[in-house]
C-alpha cells in the first residue's frame, strides 16, 4: 500500500502490479472510502477485497455501507461476500456497456483520463 501524492492527504493506494487496483481515502478518523474502478481485472480485485474486507472487519464495530447496493453489513461472511460480489458484477456489466471490454488495474482517475475526459 502507498500514497500517491502529498495533494490528498489520508489517501491510499492498496494494488499488486497489474492485478489490481483499490483507492482508499480516510475521510475521517472513522471513515474509510474504497473506490474500485471497474476496469480492474475481476478475479484479483474480488480476491484484494476479501482480503482487505476480513481485516477491516477484525476490528471491532465496523460497518461496510456499499452505496451502489443501498445495504450496510456490520459483520462479513460468506453470505456478504456473495453480495458484494454480485454487486460488483452487476455494476461491470453497466461499465461494459458503456465501455466495452477494457481492462486495466487503475484508478478512476486515471482510466477517465485514458478516456479523455
Request: negative net charge; contains cysteine.
Amino acid at each position: 500500500m502507498h500514497t500517491p501524492g502529498e495533494e490528498e492527504p489520508g489517501h491510499y493506494v492498496y494494488k499488486k502490479d497489474n492485478d489490481y487496483w483499490v483507492d482508499l481515502k480516510f475521510q475521517d478518523e472513522y471513515s474509510l472510502t474504497i473506490r474500485v474502478t471497474l476496469c480492474n481485472p475481476t478475479d484479483p480485485v474480488l480476491g484484494a477485497l476479501d482480503t482487505l474486507f476480513l481485516f477491516l472487519f477484525g476490528f471491532k464495530d465496523g460497518v461496510l455501507n456499499d452505496l451502489k447496493a443501498k445495504k450496510s453489513y456490520n459483520h462479513y461472511s460468506d453470505e456478504v461476500k456473495k453480495d458484494i460480489i454480485y454487486s460488483f458484477v452487476k455494476q461491470k456489466d453497466v461499465f461494459r456497456g458503456m465501455y466495452g471490454e477494457y481492462t486495466a488495474a487503475i484508478s478512476s482517475d486515471e482510466f477517465y483520463k485514458r478516456q479523455g475526459f
